[in-house]
């Protein structure tokens, strides 16, 4: 069984600020997604990163991927509030017929 | 473009009862579906792999018998909750890929079901 670590469970920051989720493995996985969801809603795909040491930018967030296919982290520059919500990273350890491991969530509020 | 809907959002149901959740890919062809389930505050846990034209392959702790899924075609599948308890209230999510082999699965709206 692939389990993924994601760290940290909670965390309150102030705006402005930078902040980085981590999520590990000792499983090596073919893609990492990560995703956003909002109270109520189904997850909404950030980023796939595939590739070992692979690094990807979506404005103020920078994805990377561990050189060994086995970690991923989110780094969020000059947090907002709009930021706010549950960031899940996710492995996939075949192609397309495989369902996703996810990792248990970072609870993030930026307050203003 | 890649677009999953389901319905409904909510629904309450009484213990004893079946209810039914629908997914569909509007705007693709879905091969492959996957059904998830996820409790307040924690995170997404795969319940079964749907496959159009074949039976789902259920993960491990999930019964089959009181899940039922169908995949009647490339843009449908359906989560039967049968004889429902009031420990099958969750937050149930479905996914779908757009390509084969993609790596990228777009997730339905999720269905609210609360069992009275």
């Known amino acids: 069984t692939q389990l993924l670590e994601q760290s940290p469970q909670f965390l309150s920051i102030q705006e402005g600020e930078n902040l980085t989720v981590y999520c590990n493995s000792s499983s090596v996985f073919s893609s990492l997604q990560w995703y956003r969801q909002e109270p109520g809603e189904g997850p909404v795909l950030l980023v796939t990163?595939?590739?070992?040491?692979e690094v990807k930018k979506l404005k103020r967030l920078t994805f990377q991927f561990g050189d060994a296919r086995k970690d991923s982290s989110l780094h969020i520059t000059a947090a907002q509030p709009g930021d706010t919500g549950l960031y899940l990273c996710a492995g996939a350890g075949g192609g397309g017929a495989d369902g996703l491991t996810f990792g248990k969530g970072t609870h993030l509020i930026i307050q203003p | 473009g890649a677009v999953v809907s389901q319905h409904p959002s909510r629904v309450i149901c009484k213990s004893g009862t079946s209810v039914k959740i629908e997914c569909r890919s509007l705007?693709?062809?879905?091969?492959?579906m996957f059904w998830y389930r996820q409790f307040p505050k924690k995170s997404l846990m795969l319940m079964a792999t749907s496959n159009e034209g074949s039976k789902a392959t259920y993960e491990q702790g999930v019964e089959k018998d009181k899940f039922l899924i169908n995949h009647a075609s490339l843009t449908l599948s359906t989560l039967t909750v049968t004889s429902a308890h009031p420990e099958d209230s969750s937050f149930y999510i479905c996914?779908?890929?757009?390509?084969?082999?993609?790596?990228?699965?777009?997730f339905g709206p999720g269905t609210r079901l609360t069992v009275t």
């Open positions: 996914s779908a890929t757009q390509v084969r082999d993609s790596y990228e699965q777009y």
């Open positions: 705007d693709f062809q879905a091969t492959t």
């Open positions: 990163v595939v590739t070992g040491g």
